[in-house]
């Protein structure tokens, strides 16, 4: 069974950064695409970023040029660094795997358990 175990969660003012970590348990890392998405007090979830199993990235607009995902599958594991943060980006974050990168939940087989993140201004 898959598990995905995420960290690197916090708070942390406006302007500043944070970096999290997605660990998989799982043999065939590298045929999958990974994600983070987030979800916000009273929103649905959204996507954040996902990266596929040979390096393609993409990005939410509201994230683009400030986050950056990344992959090592030899580690099995993805990480996203977090920069310039904003309130608005206060959420928790799920990590999760699919068979291909999109940006629907409905596509995500696997999820974490979350980890929250809080900006304050």
């Known amino acids: 069974q898959v598990q995905l175990v995420e960290s690197g969660g916090g708070s942390m003012h406006a302007g500043g950064s944070l970096t999290l970590s997605c660990a998989a348990s799982?043999?065939?890392?590298?045929?999958?695409?990974m994600s983070w998405f987030r979800q916000a007090p009273g929103k649905e979830r959204e996507f954040v970023a996902g990266i596929t199993g040979s390096g393609t990235s993409s990005y939410a607009p509201s994230v683009k040029g400030r986050f950056t995902i990344s992959r090592d599958n030899d580690k099995k594991m993805i990480s996203l660094e977090m920069n310039s943060l904003k309130p608005e980006d206060t959420a928790v974050y799920y990590c999760?795997?699919?068979?291909?990168?999109?940006?629907?939940?409905?596509?995500?087989?696997?999820w974490g358990q979350g980890t929250q993140v809080t900006v304050s201004s």
């Open positions: 999760a795997l699919g068979e291909f990168l999109v940006r629907v939940t409905s596509a995500y087989d696997q």
């Open positions: 799982m043999r065939t890392f590298t045929r999958y695409a």
